[in-house]
């Protein structure tokens, strides 16, 4: 079966309660799930680094990698951007190599359209402003200005003049929105285990701890008197 970021929260809350779990317990699902995502980014990013450092890879896995399709929008202050908001967060590889790739989500031409489109600097529409032939030389570029990706045109026509409406994103990213609660995470089976272990690591003590049952926000232990 494959592992998913339900099936690690299970495992976790398992370890923590010693079998199986009790309908009561001091911590959900959703806990778990905060902390098997980040673990999962660290996991990743430490890979990353340990393939650079071996020399053995210069990119990431591909299995790090997932696709997610967004939709293209105008900028309405200045209708000649086009954007799409990237709504979850990403593995802060250096280099901004969290965000992998962007190209078309659909093609209009098989034959010309199909490319990727090419990264470029948050500064490259400054700097090749008013150049006759830019310097893409016909291909459409993308760059990343904060939590958004902004496109340039081709042939002075946007991607939405052009008839582009959505992109497809290849992304490192341990977000909801990305691989979400049920669908098999983009890792080597080997990494679950690591995973579980720092997770049920973090939560250990706290099941020791005494309960709070007054909820007043302070940190008394005594329960409410009848």
Known sequence: MANTIKSLSERVLRLLNFGDV???TRFTLRDMDYMIRDSLGKQILASWYAARNTQEARDIA???ISSVT?????DTRNPVNNFVDLLFDWVDIPD???IQSVRPAALISPITEGFPFIPTPARYADIYRGLPAGALEGQVGWSLRGKQIYFSR?????LLEMGYTTVEVDVISTSEIVVGQ???LPIPPNMAVAIIQEVATFFMPLM???KDMLN???PNLKPVAP
């Open 22 to 24: 009790p309908q009561e």
């Open 216 to 218: 007043d926000s302070s």
């Open 62 to 64: 591909d299995a790090f």
């Open 96 to 98: 901004e190599g969290g």
């Open 208 to 210: 020791q701890a005494p």
């Open 182 to 184: 049920e669908r098999p």
């Open 154 to 158: 081709k042939n002075g026509q946007t």
């Open 70 to 74: 967004l939709n293209l929008q105008m």
